[in-house]
């Protein structure tokens, strides 16, 4: 049923911010300025994001370890990410049961921005040449950021809007943050490349939207009633982080969660291996440039390859943003619409195994980068809609006890894999990166078979669904 906008939508004596905001969603009297400032902050927040997001691959792409290559280093220290989080996540839940949700959010905000000064600080040839594993701590460093800050966010927006309000306003807000992730790549890559401002810098400078992240926060504090109680309680965070590991059980006694847990496991191998190769591939062109410019000295070739590297993601990160943004707004729902959940849930294995194999048969830096680009875009917007539309026809017990473990343990196990991949396939097997490609195409014809099966699980627990009512 198509969403009324009202009579009065887009009536002139509405005020402008109304007007404007009612031609992407229903916004009733009132709503406009807490939806702009709310749209701004997290604009903001993702912009601040992806200045240090294209920053943690250059640092992390000159922290050598003995006998380790560049791609080795940068797959364990992800999975090493994946495991600092779940206690990154225990202890917020913890802060979030004892303080109320805008002083969690001032003092979380602050403390990311100090990090940010200190990293700033540390850099390799600012103060210090080069200080070890200080970009491996950076690199995890980076992943808490976006456990406190971004997904804080999404926190205080369930917080202060009701469910019918939410529905309503939070694809908009959403918008907001699709477009700040696109802003900050672009910034980035522009200030980089044309040299306005030094790689060192980036840090620094993201320390001002998160500022006026914690100013606009307070004042939709002030503006939204509430109670202000604790963000959550204790008592549930323990019976919460019980709940997972029961779960993990209970995935296995489900047709329906076994295949959605293998289907998340398998995307996220398949990624995180594309991402170590895409990152392999970056500084294999890089190392050949370097000598082709004649780049010799070490000090020299450290900056060459922390801004080379840097600018590169910063570039992808734009154009990855920007198609995520484009299939969500006028692709993602009407694929849904007029294909179902076989269509969308499809999607993404069926690019996947199109992208890998073009990989596989022409492993150099512009087919990878372009195929990607299209994958992670993907990724980020019809399949993240349909990880929200798989849960839709299943009950309450099911995806309050299966969906937690899933996202958690199966996501993190995936991480494992492509660690373990990295490891096999650098120290015993010695593999090209060509042979990397292939057993990733493998991969996702495996991910393409449980993605079928989910597909069928998912229209037998809709047709449950619907003789029930």
Same mark, same amino acid.
């Given at each position: 049923?198509?969403?009324?906008?009202?009579p009065?939508?887009?009536?002139?004596?509405?005020?402008?911010?109304?007007?404007?905001?009612?031609?992407?969603?229903?916004?009733? /009297?009132? =709503?406009?300025?807490?939806? *702009?400032?709310?749209?701004?902050?997290?604009?903001?927040?993702?912009?601040?994001?992806?200045?240090?997001?294209?920053?943690?691959?250059?640092?992390?792409?000159? $922290?050598? !370890?003995?006998?380790?290559?560049?791609m080795?280093?940068?797959?364990?220290?992800?999975?090493?990410?994946?495991?600092?989080?779940?206690?990154?996540?225990?202890?917020?839940? %913890?802060?979030?049961?004892?303080?109320?949700?805008?002083?969690? !959010?001032?003092?979380?905000?602050?403390?990311?921005?100090?990090?940010?000064?200190?990293?700033?600080?540390?850099?390799?040839?600012?103060?210090?040449?080069?200080?070890?594993?200080?970009?491996?701590?950076?690199?995890?460093?980076?992943?808490?950021?976006?456990?406190?800050?971004?997904?804080?966010?999404?926190t205080?927006?369930?917080?202060?809007?009701?469910? =019918?309000?939410?529905?309503?306003?939070?694809?908009?807000?959403?918008?907001?943050a699709?477009?700040?992730?696109?802003?900050?790549?672009?910034?980035?890559?522009?200030?980089?490349?044309?040299?306005?401002?030094?790689?060192?810098?980036?840090?620094?400078?993201?320390?001002?939207?998160?500022?006026?992240?914690?100013?606009?926060?307070? !004042?939709? =504090?002030? %503006?939204?009633?509430?109670?202000?109680?604790?963000?959550?309680?204790?008592?549930?965070?323990?019976?919460?982080?019980?709940? !997972?590991? $029961?779960?993990?059980?209970f995935?296995?006694?489900?047709?329906?969660?076994?295949?959605?847990?293998?289907?998340t496991?398998?995307?996220?191998?398949?990624?995180?291996?594309?991402?170590?190769? *895409?990152?392999?591939?970056?500084?294999e062109?890089?190392?050949?440039?370097?000598?082709?410019?004649?780049?010799?000295?070490? $000090?020299?070739?450290?900056?060459?390859?922390?801004?080379?590297?840097?600018?590169?993601?910063?570039?992808?990160?734009?154009?990855?943003?920007?198609v995520?943004? *484009?299939?969500?707004?006028?692709?993602?729902?009407?694929?849904?619409?007029?294909?179902?959940?076989?269509?969308?849930?499809?999607?993404? /294995?069926?690019?996947?195994?199109?992208?890998?194999?073009?990989?596989?048969?022409?492993?150099?830096?512009?087919i990878?980068?372009?195929?990607?680009?299209?994958?992670?875009?993907?990724?980020?917007?019809?399949?993240?809609?349909?990880?929200?539309?798989?849960?839709?026809?299943?009950?309450?017990?099911?995806?309050?006890?299966?969906? /937690?473990?899933?996202?958690?343990?199966?996501?993190?196990?995936?991480?494992?894999?492509?660690?373990i991949?990295?490891?096999?396939?650098?120290?015993?097997?010695?593999?090209?990166? %060509?042979?990397?490609?292939?057993?990733?195409?493998? *991969?996702?014809?495996?991910?393409?078979?449980? $993605?079928?099966?989910?597909?069928?699980?998912?229209?037998?627990?809709?047709?449950?669904?619907? %003789?029930?009512?």
């Amino acid at each position: 049923m198509a969403m009324s906008m009202g009579p009065d939508a887009n009536s002139p004596q509405r005020p402008l911010g109304e007007r404007f905001l009612g031609l992407f969603t229903e916004v009733r /009297p009132g =709503e406009a300025t807490t939806a *702009l400032l709310m749209f701004v902050n997290v604009f903001l927040i993702l912009c601040a994001y992806y200045f240090v997001k294209p920053l943690r691959e250059g640092w992390i792409s000159i $922290s050598d !370890i003995g006998g380790l290559s560049k791609m080795e280093v940068k797959a364990y220290t992800s999975f090493a990410q994946s495991l600092f989080l779940l206690f990154v996540v225990a202890w917020y839940g %913890r802060l979030a049961g004892r303080l109320n949700r805008v002083t969690l !959010i001032t003092r979380a905000t602050l403390f990311c921005i100090s990090n940010l000064v200190i990293f700033w600080f540390l850099q390799p040839g600012f103060f210090f040449t080069a200080l070890p594993f200080s970009g491996i701590a950076f690199y995890v460093w980076v992943g808490m950021f976006g456990v406190f800050v971004v997904a804080q966010f999404w926190t205080f927006c369930a917080d202060v809007y009701t469910d =019918e309000r939410g529905k309503r306003l939070l694809p908009l807000i959403a918008i907001g943050a699709t477009s700040g992730a696109v802003a900050g790549s672009w910034i980035v890559s522009q200030l980089v490349d044309s040299g306005i401002v030094d790689t060192k810098m980036l840090l620094l400078l993201a320390t001002v939207p998160l500022f006026v992240s914690i100013w606009l926060t307070r !004042i939709v =504090e002030k %503006r939204e009633s509430g109670t202000n109680l604790p963000a959550a309680d204790e008592a549930r965070q323990d019976e919460h982080a019980e709940s !997972i590991l $029961s779960s993990a059980k209970f995935v296995l006694l489900s047709r329906f969660l076994l295949t959605a847990a293998l289907v998340t496991l398998l995307t996220n191998w398949v990624n995180t291996n594309g991402e170590n190769l *895409l990152f392999r591939v970056i500084q294999e062109t890089l190392a050949t440039q370097a000598a082709g410019q004649g780049v010799t000295d070490s $000090s020299a070739l450290l900056e060459f390859t922390r801004d080379g590297t840097t600018a590169f993601y910063g570039d992808f990160y734009f154009w990855v943003n920007t198609v995520a943004l *484009l299939l969500q707004a006028f692709v993602a729902s009407r694929l849904l619409k007029y294909g179902g959940f076989a269509t969308i849930a499809l999607m993404l /294995p069926v690019i996947a195994l199109l992208s890998y194999t073009a990989m596989a048969l022409l492993p150099v830096l512009a087919i990878v980068k372009m195929m990607k680009i299209a994958e992670n875009a993907t990724d980020y917007s019809i399949n993240n809609t349909a990880r929200h539309v798989l849960w839709l026809p299943v009950s309450s017990a099911t995806k309050f006890r299966g969906k /937690p473990a899933i996202d958690t343990l199966y996501v993190r196990l995936g991480d494992g894999l492509a660690a373990i991949t990295v490891l096999i396939g650098v120290q015993m097997l010695a593999m090209s990166t %060509r042979s990397f490609f292939v057993f990733n195409v493998m *991969l996702v014809i495996c991910w393409l078979a449980f $993605s079928l099966m989910m597909v069928r699980e998912h229209r037998k627990a809709t047709d449950a669904m619907a %003789r029930s009512e």
